[in-house]
């Protein structure tokens, strides 16, 4: 007779039903690299929005002498106009998680939405929609954000929104391609038959069955403008005082690396850790996402 594996305790366990989000954190759990960088993440995340709440030195506060070693008072020093380092970073790495997110679920509703209406519709309008994310993927995008970012503010939310408006292309290509094949699956055509709008189509079929990728790829675009939002504030293109950032910070200290490098190193490193980060929970997600894990351990 045939054993049965939930019975005897075996590695897999076949006799269970399992909902495929369960599947999916399952598979996630066992990723450890990247429940490892989710603990990163997190961990960043807190320093940077209830940092204020245990360290209370404003960010203004220009009281101390500039360049203080660290010290109790001033864990890590002082930069040059006398402002509180640690102050500085706790607030220079929220808003550049802040600029992150806005920027991925923007780009990703733009880009979703987009690639979806080229997908489904085709014809002309799928046409007009890839020639402009053609045109709008030859354009040098830094040098037009650093452009409008200086013409308009630097605010962080300016930055944001700017970044925002160049960095849904990719998701659109893939969504898109992702909606021509999803749009011949027998359910769309039921769907079609029985007088379903597009907009409804859209929805409540082709987007719930793309959330996959596109879970990964909104992971994935927090990591892009990080490095994005540090490039244009590193050149002083980008957040400007009295907003600060990751970038603005490393911007102005990079000149005391040598005498006094906790000041350049500190934001640096966690540019660095979050961008790995959240790179590492992206591959951890493209497994948990993949269809052909199909086995899952009890």
Known sequence: MPTTVGATGSEFDTTKAR????LIVKRFLRHRLAMASLVVFLLIAAFGFLGPLFWTVSIEDTSSRG??????????????????MLAQLIVGTRLSLAISLVVALGSTIVGVIMGTLAGYLRGVVDSAI??????MLIIPQIAVAAILVRALSGSWYVVALI????AWMQTARITRGETLSLSQREYIEAARAAGAKTRWIIFRHLVPNMVGTITVNT???VATAVLSEAALSFIGLGVQSPDTSLGLIINENYSQITNRPWLFWGPFVIIVLISLAVNFIGDGLRDAFDP????VRS
């Open 67 to 84: 360049y203080l070693p660290p010290s109790a008072e001033h864990p890590l020093g002082t930069i040059q106009t006398g402002k509180d």
């Open 163 to 166: 970044l925002a408006a160049f």
């Open 219 to 221: 992971t994935l675009a």
């Open 130 to 135: 890839s020639r402009f994310v053609d045109l």
């Open 19 to 22: 909902k495929q989000s369960t």
């Open 292 to 295: 052909r894990q199909t086995k």
